[in-house]
């Protein structure tokens, strides 16, 4: 049996989809990025029945109301992870009790991009199912162990971001809320609304984007709307570009970055290489060096 090694030119053909998450904050117009796509290619997951923002525009929706439906929709959508066991969730068994009650998979074969809204509502109802299983029982005492829920959510929401996040071939954003808090030290910083520590600190190693959509002042000093793409920032928000294909600021529209992100790579010997850094020549003052 020969190393099941994937050639560069077989790797450079396949066709991969960008996994993401846009944060931002409460009415900023997450769910609004619907109309900068493709509605017949764009499958919406609806987690929090909000959809008044795109209200005429003619998309495929999804409506999860309990955690059971969104790991069904998960695996239905990305297929069967072989390393689970039978009895777990994701695995070849739940894959197939699955497609007996939907169908054919083909059926999400038309589909480019998933956007699902929000992943703030995911983590609520994950926690709500946590809650009734023997893990957020203490086995002592009987009564609800609410340290053992919030380690059961944790595993949980990682297991279903992970499963989407291997979905080759679709593009899925996930999107969520952002929140402004003050640290210990009186320092305004920024955090996912989502139960629980773990999922908000694991999420941005799973995907390859995470952008912050936030008011951005223009050249003239009037608040716009913008995403905020790259790490490094002057306002602190969370953003992570793994492609290498964006600039800090870029306009908020999800087709265009998209574009924009599957445009020819540039070169590693740029895209890797460290700016020169330059220092100004102290002044002639007379007196000799410090070495």
Not at 132 to 142: D, L, N, R, V
Not at 163 to 190: A, C, M, P, S, Y
Request: aromatic share 8%; net charge negative.
């Amino acid at each position: 049996m020969a190393l099941p090694i994937i050639g560069a030119d077989e790797r450079l053909a396949q066709r991969k989809g960008i996994k993401g998450v846009i944060f931002g904050r409460s009415g900023i117009g997450k769910t609004s990025l619907l109309w900068t796509l493709d509605a017949s290619t764009t499958l919406f997951i609806d987690l929090e029945a909000g959809d008044l923002a795109v209200e005429g525009l003619e998309i495929d929706t999804l409506r999860p109301r309990t955690w059971k439906e969104c790991r069904d929709f998960a695996v239905f959508i990305g297929g069967p992870n072989p390393a689970l066991r039978d009895d777990q969730p994701y695995s070849q068994a739940h894959f197939d009790e699955v497609c007996s009650r939907y169908g054919d998979p083909a059926v999400v074969d038309r589909y480019q991009t998933i956007l699902i809204d929000s992943i703030t509502v995911a983590g609520r109802l994950c926690f709500q199912w946590c809650r009734g299983q023997p893990e957020a029982t203490s086995e002592k005492t009987g009564k609800p162990d609410i340290r053992g829920a919030y380690g059961l959510h944790g595993r949980e929401m990682i297991s279903w971001l992970s499963h989407v996040q291997h979905t080759r071939g679709k593009h899925v954003w996930f999107v969520g809320i952002l929140d402004e808090k003050l640290d210990d030290f009186n320092r305004k910083i920024f955090q996912p609304q989502i139960d629980g520590s773990k999922t908000g600190l694991e999420l941005p190693g799973i995907v390859d984007l995470v952008i912050t959509m936030a008011d951005i002042p223009d050249p003239g000093g009037q608040p716009q709307r913008a995403f905020v793409c790259q790490t490094l920032n002057p306002w602190g928000y969370p953003a992570k570009d793994r492609s290498g294909r964006l600039d800090m600021v870029e306009a908020p529209h999800l087709g265009r970055l998209m574009e924009k992100i599957q445009r020819p790579a540039v070169p590693a010997s740029e895209r890797l290489s460290w700016p020169a850094v330059t220092t100004a020549e102290p002044a002639a003052t007379g007196e000799p060096g410090n070495g």
